[in-house]
């Protein structure tokens, strides 16, 4: 066996252990981890008036980095959505390759200065483009443990207190992550449309017989009262729909009463309901102020429009009502008399509660509009909008973070209470300090429950289902872009996985270069001199073997001759 060392060596030169000898330890330590995979949502994406906004791209296959460590188009930035301020947002839009946002677990319990950035952030990113992809997923206790290594590593890399050795080792044994997200870009919705619901609560001819100087149930007075579903944030999603809760309350509650003779008003309730709010411009109420075939709005009393009715992690706000007019309404005016209604009642069922008007002109020159009032105050209807918020431009309008559910309920409550019996103080000229809705009247939960998830006008026939059961002269109607000059226009999209793997970072290649170069030459030198180094080991094998036989045969010749 000794004497086939050369062939031994031929074999090692002949290729297939010297490749497994290579291949092998840089297979094991190249190989990415399994990935992580969590579901995230995309950035929404809509025109208004031709003017994109959202984000167009979905497609992410980068390295992942910190909020504090990213600096090139080749990274992608992983963080928090409460780590995330206004500066990061317009640096990541214009330098980054995308964002992955993970959101806060539960909003409501934050402090009021962090729940006051994260509600600027959403609203800065609805009033722009961007440009790369923006994914926002949901909390995760792994994607954080994932965000707090990268965060940890980037820090101990940017340590001034290490030496130039100990960093290298540092950043040779950190760990990297690469994040894919394999969205497609969003195409235009060819189907893009906004329903719109109207419906009206009109006396039984049976009672109008019985009200003096009532005539037809069409001469008489109308009072609108419209609201938008918030249908889409940040995301395509929304929470809670505490205005359309209200509405649909003051539906139900309202037909109770006028089916009864002796409470048969001498007033039309109309309502109105559209899935275009303040992001959309209102389009809804645009759409349907300019067809022909609309209920009837020569007689109009006034327009009363709900827009954020119950405030939303603003714990710190004032609990106030503001009514929003385009113009100061001016004595004895219908506008006028139910402020002072609200004023009264508001006052009798909400402790600390105040009422204010806010006066604001329609700038004509701009085209967005603040509230939904003014689409109807163009048109010469005298019109106002109940909110809780004070700023038109308020981020609590367009947030898709909600409050304590329980808090929101109670609060949806007390606004029902509160609206309800103003205007049955108004409609049936009542004293305001009484109480209309107690016995078979009353509100509670049920009125309000059922409504608050609802997501769009047409889902699941809720809305729908509510008009025709209280309501005469249902009519739902859709909004379609133009195809030449669209107001509006909504794009597709998916929510797809994202895939996060661990990986080594780029200085560990340059580290693993050097280690198997010094590899390949250790096993190159050992094969070229193998036979010699086996032939030395060999002879001097032979030599102590020899010497160890030659000692042993004298030894035992001396031991035969004494």
């Known amino acids: 066996m000794l004497n086939e060392a050369d062939n031994f060596a031929d074999i090692f030169r002949g290729g297939l252990p010297y490749c497994l000898l290579i291949a092998l330890p840089i297979l094991i330590l190249c190989t990415p981890s399994l990935a992580s995979e969590f579901q995230v949502v995309s950035m929404t994406k809509f025109d208004v008036n031709g003017e994109p906004y959202g984000c167009r791209s979905s497609a ?23 780590d995330v301020s206004v500066n990061d947002l317009n640096n990541i839009r214009q330098k980054a390759g995308g964002l992955i946002a993970m959101l806060p677990k539960d909003v409501s319990i934050l402090s009021d200065e962090i729940k006051e950035q994260v509600l600027t952030l959403e609203k800065e990113m609805l009033t722009q483009s961007i440009p790369v992809p923006v994914y926002f997923a949901p909390y995760n206790p792994n994607l954080e443990h994932i965000i707090n290594d990268i965060t940890q590593n980037s820090a101990k890399n940017n340590a001034k207190n290490e030496d130039a050795f ?3 080792l540092m950043s040779v044994s950190a760990n990297g992550y690469h994040v894919t997200v394999d969205g497609q870009n969003g195409a235009v919705n060819k189907n893009s449309k906004i329903p719109i619901i109207q419906g009206e609560l009109v006396p039984s001819q049976f009672a109008l017989k019985h009200v003096d100087n009532a005539g037809e149930s069409t001469t008489l007075p109308l009072i609108l009262i419209t609201t938008n579903l918030k249908t889409f944030g940040i995301t395509n999603d929304y929470p809670l729909n505490a205005d359309v809760a209200v509405v649909m309350s003051l539906v139900e509650i309202f037909s109770k009463l006028h089916s009864v003779i002796s409470t048969s008003p001498k007033y039309r309730l109309a309502f109105l309901i559209s899935d275009a709010g303040l992001l959309l411009n209102f389009q809804g109420s645009k759409k349907w102020l300019e067809t022909d075939d609309n209920m009837s709005l020569q007689n109009v009393e006034f327009v009363l429009s709900l827009d954020t009715i119950t405030q939303s992690l603003a714990q710190n706000q004032p609990n106030a009502f503001y009514m929003h007019v385009s113009k100061p309404p001016k004595e004895k005016t219908p506008i006028s008399h139910f402020f002072k209604l609200l004023k009264t009642v508001t006052g009798r069922h909400s402790e600390n509660a105040t009422v204010e008007g806010i006066h604001k002109k329609i700038n004509l020159a701009e085209s967005k509009i603040s509230w939904e009032h003014e689409r109807f105050s163009m048109k010469r209807f005298p019109a106002f909008t109940l909110s809780s918020v004070k700023n038109p431009s308020s981020s609590l309008r367009t947030t898709i973070f909600k409050d304590n559910e329980a808090r ?9 209470k ?22 078979h009247v009353v509100i509670n939960e049920n009125n309000v429950l059922p409504y608050l998830g609802i997501k769009s006008v047409l889902q699941n026939n809720d809305i729908k289902d509510g008009f025709e059961k209280y309501l005469a002269n249902v009519k739902i109607t859709y909004d379609k872009p133009d195809a030449r000059d669209p107001d509006f226009m909504f794009y597709n999209g998916i929510d797809p996985k994202l895939n996060v793997y661990r990986v080594k970072p780029a200085v560990f290649d340059l580290f693993l270069t050097l280690i198997v170069s010094l590899y390949l ?42």
């Open 521 to 562: 030459c250790s096993v190159y030198f050992a094969i070229q001199f193998f036979p010699r180094f086996y032939n030395f080991i060999a002879a001097n094998t032979k030599e102590l073997f020899c010497g160890q036989v030659g000692n042993t045969q004298n030894a035992t010749f001396k031991r035969k001759n004494n």
């Open 166 to 168: 100990a960093h290298l």
């Open 60 to 82: 992410i296959s980068l390295e992942a980095k910190s909020l504090y460590t990213w600096s090139t188009g080749r990274h992608c930035v992983l963080a928090r959505l409460l």
């Open 418 to 439: 509160i609206i309800a019996e103003t205007l049955a103080c108004y409609i049936y000229k009542i004293d305001p300090m009484s109480d209309v809705f107690e016995g």
């Open 408 to 416: 929101t309920v109670a609060q949806t409550l007390t606004t029902v």
